[in-house]
Nanobody, 125 residues
Framework: QVQLVESGGGLVQAGGSLRLSCAAS????????MGWYRQAPGKERELVAL???????NYADPVEGRFTISRDNAKNTLYLQMNSLKPEDTAVYYC???????????????????WGQGTQVTVSS
């Protein structure tokens, strides 16, 4: 069964950098768009960045120009390079999978598995 495991979170100072990874296992042929979301205490989970399997990216305004989302399809891994970090970036970061819509991948879409467990990013001032 497909699983998502995030890593790379930690404590950094403002202005520093951090790179998050999300390793996918299982039948990754059924993985379409992948994305990073984050949720700070007391706030709703929000989109950080998206990347299609072909490499098309989309960023939320607060991280535009500072974060870079990428993926290595051969390694079935999603990345988020975070530069110029701010205290406002402090949150739990989650990897998300959008399953392909074809019938072959239906079993995965019905599995209910679309989120990683999250990794904590804390940026100190």
């Amino acid at each position: 069964q497909v699983q998502l495991v995030e890593s790379g979170g930690g404590l950094v100072q403002a202005g520093g950098s951090l790179r998050l990874s999300c390793a996918a296992s299982g039948n990754t042929d059924c993985i379409s768009t992948m994305g990073w979301y984050r949720q700070a205490p007391g706030k709703e989970r929000e989109l950080v960045a998206l990347i299609s399997r072909g490499g098309t990216t989309n960023y939320a305004d607060p991280v535009e120009g500072r974060f870079t989302i990428s993926r290595d399809n051969a390694k079935n891994t999603l990345y988020l390079q975070m530069n110029s970090l701010k205290p406002e970036d402090t949150a739990v970061y989650y990897c998300h999978i959008e399953w392909a819509t074809n019938g072959y991948c239906l079993r995965y879409r019905l599995s209910g598995i679309s989120w990683g467990q999250g990794t904590q990013v804390t940026v100190s001032s």
